[in-house]
């Protein structure tokens, strides 16, 4: 395990240096005022050629022991084992579009989003560490779509660790909500709440901090962490696969490239800030938006302000999202605990905070953003797929991005983060031409029968779903009920606690 001077991990509002270990901070997510932990001073590899000749899973190792992140050869060596179950060899492929333009598909793991990237690893990993430590573990997550499923497929029939999801009811696909509700492993529980993304991680975050509800869980046994990006071992693993397209870049003999990712939460692109100071020549990290819009906000103005704003329900709903936990370690990595303290509590009792000119200048070095439409977004999927290839409503805002910047003469990189099968009315909305709202009483496995017609009569493609998109329409719904959110932790205590009776 990782002793306490080898520890580079830093408190976003405070300070004092932590004594914490990085798994004592896997384990408990909270870290003084509210605030997150996250990496302190991170120092470049010197010899990227030796990184690019490894695996994905060597990579990973590498990127570790550069973090100073230090687990049991044995415990990481069996987390990373996780990707054996990934539905190509390649893990993450990079494909090529057209010239100077690829797309990174972070979607063949088990449930089909870029999320399996690091929860399954993460989920294998602590639940090795709680049986190592013979501890039980509560693991909270908020999902927008993809963490749920991601979380609950990892910790599925585990021993020593019950896993809960919190969704917004209504927010989220047909697919998404069946990946969560058709689960019947005993160890999880998925609560849908009346409310949006923002509350759902609100809630988690309340909960994490809930002393009562925290005695609750220690007087029968457990402990209580969270699969969200607020754990920082979530982050670090997404470093890993922005290494996996220099690797393959490099093969081409292309060194400099940028990403455009779609964003909400802001742990995607983090991931990539990480690896960009671990000394990857990324040049610019381009942030997608949707009509939720606050990221675009935030890093073409400097002004984060959610005051006069209200959530809306898209066709990427991933990406609804307006309070997006991960900006607090980007704003600690440029300006340090104490400002970064200072714009988070007025975000917090405000709903805004304003940087600098000079603040935003230093942003804008690295990162450039722009939002679209949901008509904009159909029309993305519609001119991928006359190109050849097929993307998910959230990979078409990257795609729109990309193609604007097409004049800037440099290696692009769409970071693709779903299947497209899993929102299959809106890709069916944008191949056929019809309107989404005439696609009501389509339920999505229809409409993916509709869209592998479309694919196998214009593309020259062997396209095929996965069997197990298919199968989730004939599974039975065990996880129905509405809730609201400030009655969870009566809830969930009262689900202990007949688990324990």
């Not at 999927?381 to 998910?392: L, M, Q, T, V, W």
């Not at 692009?412 to 709202?437: D, E, Y």
Request: with cysteine.
């Amino acid at each position: 395990m990782q002793t306490n001077n080898e520890t580079m991990l830093a408190q976003t509002r405070s300070n004092t240096p932590t004594n914490k270990t990085f798994v004592q901070a896997m384990l408990n997510p909270n870290a003084d005022f509210g605030g997150l932990y996250t990496f302190g001073k991170i120092t470049p590899f010197e010899n990227l050629t030796k990184i690019y000749a490894l695996s994905y899973t060597e990579i990973c190792k590498e990127i570790f022991q550069q973090l100073h992140i230090h687990f049991d050869s044995h415990l990481l060596e069996s987390a990373l084992q996780s990707y054996q179950n990934f539905g190509s060899k390649d893990i993450a492929p990079l494909v090529k579009i057209y010239p100077n333009l690829y797309s990174l598909e972070l979607y063949h793991g088990p449930t089909y989003a870029f999320k399996d990237m690091a929860l399954q690893p993460f989920s294998k990993l602590l639940d090795s560490i709680a049986t190592q430590q013979k501890k039980k573990y509560l693991i909270l997550s908020a999902t927008s779509g993809d963490t749920g499923p991601a979380t609950l497929q990892g910790f599925a029939h585990s021993k020593n660790v019950k896993a809960i999801c919190i969704y917004p009811k209504g927010g989220t696909s047909e697919v998404q909500r069946l990946q969560m509700t058709t689960q019947d492993a005993p160890n999880l529980k998925v609560f849908g709440i009346y409310g949006d993304f923002d509350l759902a991680q609100s809630t988690l975050k309340s909960l994490l901090r809930n002393k009562e509800f925290n005695a609750y869980l220690k007087t029968n046994g457990y402990e209580l962490s969270a699969a969200n990006s607020v754990n920082i071992a979530r982050i670090a693993f997404q470093i890993v696969y922005y290494f996996k397209i220099a690797k393959d870049l490099a093969k081409e003999n292309l060194e400099e490239f940028s990403v455009i990712i779609p964003s909400g939460n802001f742990g995607n692109a983090l991931g990539a800030f990480f690896a960009k100071q671990l000394g990857l020549p990324i040049k610019k990290i381009c942030i997608a938006s949707n009509p939720n819009d606050i990221l675009t906000q935030f890093f073409t103005t400097g002004v984060y302000d959610i005051r006069e704003k209200e959530l809306k329900l898209s066709y990427s709903p991933a990406m609804d999202i307006l309070k997006s936990s991960n900006i607090e370690r980007l704003l600690f990595a440029y300006f340090g605990a104490d400002r970064t303290k200072e714009l988070m509590e007025s975000l917090e009792n405000n709903a805004y905070f304003n940087l600098t000119d000079n603040e935003l200048n230093t942003l804008q070095n690295l990162f450039e953003a722009k939002s679209f439409s949901d008509k904009e977004c159909l029309q993305g999927i519609k001119e991928s797929f006359a190109s050849g290839y097929i993307i998910d409503p959230h990979t078409s805002n990257a795609y729109l991005f990309a193609k604007e910047r097409q004049n800037k003469n440099e290696t692009q990189v769409i970071i693709s983060t779903a299947h497209f099968s899993k929102f299959a009315k809106v890709v069916f909305s944008a191949l056929s031409g019809k309107n989404p709202k005439d696609l009501e009483a389509l339920n999505d496995k229809e409409a993916l029968h509709n869209i592998l017609a479309i694919i196998h009569s214009n593309l020259d493609t062997n396209v095929k779903l996965d069997f197990g998109i298919l199968n989730i329409f004939t599974k039975k719904e065990i996880h129905t009920q509405s809730y609201n959110a400030n009655e969870l932790d009566t809830y969930i205590m009262q689900w202990i606690g007949n688990e324990m009776n």
